[in-house]
DNA sequence: ATTTCTTCTTGACATATGTCAAGATTTCTC
DNA sequence: GAGAAATCTTGACATATGTCAAGAAGAAAT
């Protein structure tokens, strides 16, 4: 139930058993089933969720009802609305299974208790967040100012993870374009 | 000198006078020329720089020889190319001096020295982190799948300090449009 | 297996934004 | 303060992408 996590632990800051123990005792374990919500829009954001298994992915509503998704999330991931988590105010985002899921639960007091009481936990969080910035800063560049098609074959390139277990359209919406524009950018693709 | 840098860090982890000098001591500081560079693409970048006064941006260059705005940053706040400083890779950015800056340099063994031996520092940083992780994503937000006059809206409400120390055309490669657009969104949205 | 829901594709057409080119402003530099 | 850069605006036109609508294909549920 653990492997994931005490491996994406180890990797960034060497622990004893003890220490990993400590961190274990403060998640709770959760089952998500397909299309079921981590968090809903409205809701405060009261928990980190780090996955064990399964996907997911988080969204924002916009005015006119369609969806506009900000992240996935695989095994070895983390997902939450840090936003929310961190100021207390109501989410925007919607967080929902792609997937089954096994989830770990960290929610704020626990978080908190680990980063003051565990060095090991703070430095691995720390890295952790470095790893998110420089990736979501590697997003942007491979967004922005980009044709649809360019935007695509660097996500095809760099994320082929998510083009083979997300449905085209979430990837359409992923990458700011349309579903139909999406579908006749892979048929042209194909044909070269 | 130091002003801004020990305001930011106080505001985020309460630290003695001992382990404020001790942080100081680490830094080198810089003055920069508008128009010249803190980093050039094909370096290596060995630092990171806090502002102490003026306004710098980061862009990579695309394939027509056009900038790609990432990053502008003010008075208070860090620039660096964290991917590259990380990895150690070879950086694709550019950060050049809009304006006179004053600067406090952190270079690779600094930072560690400071991570290592200074705790406070280690929590600094990663609600340093923590902030840049969330403006990105709201940054993406604020982005994606937006028309350009929403995307400029959007700006203007969150950003009103790069509105008005930024050329508009470093803003509309920021936002990922032409200027020519830009201007005209301008002017349309002024007779309203 | 049949039904139902979800996802993907395709066409015709509309529109936002980009491109190129020129001139008008504004800002820097000496 | 004059000349040179840099920045911003505007027009005419091209084009990528969005919109709407319908049907096909695929996956999930009973």
């Not at 403060?26 to 996955?51: S, W, Y």
């Not at 996907?55 to 999330?73: E, P």
């Not at 074959?153 to 083009?163: D, G, K, M, P, R």
Request: charged fraction near 25%.
């Amino acid at each position: 139930m653990f492997e994931l996590l005490i491996k994406s632990i180890q990797d960034k800051v060497p622990s004893t058993e003890e220490e990993l123990h400590l961190c274990k005792t403060h998640f709770t374990p959760k089952r998500l089933r397909r299309k079921q919500f981590l968090l809903q829009e409205g809701d405060v954001c009261n928990r980190m969720a780090f996955i064990e298994k399964g996907a997911l992915y988080s969204y924002t509503t916009d005015a006119k009802g369609g969806q506009r998704v900000m992240q996935f999330a695989f095994e070895g991931f983390w997902i939450s609305d840090l936003y929310s988590f961190f100021t207390r105010e109501e989410s925007k985002l919607n967080i929902e299974a792609l997937e089954d899921c096994e989830l770990l639960l960290l929610d704020h007091e626990q978080h908190d208790y680990l980063l003051k009481n565990v060095r090991q936990y703070e430095t691995y969080i720390r890295i952790l967040y470095q790893n998110a910035y420089v990736a979501l800063q590697q997003r942007i560049e491979g967004t922005l100012g980009l044709t649809a098609e360019e935007k695509y074959s660097h996500l095809v390139e760099q994320y082929a993870t998510i083009v083979n277990r997300v449905p085209q359209h979430l990837i359409a919406s992923y990458l700011g374009i349309t579903p139909e524009t999406l579908s006749r950018i892979r048929k042209q693709m194909a044909s070269r």
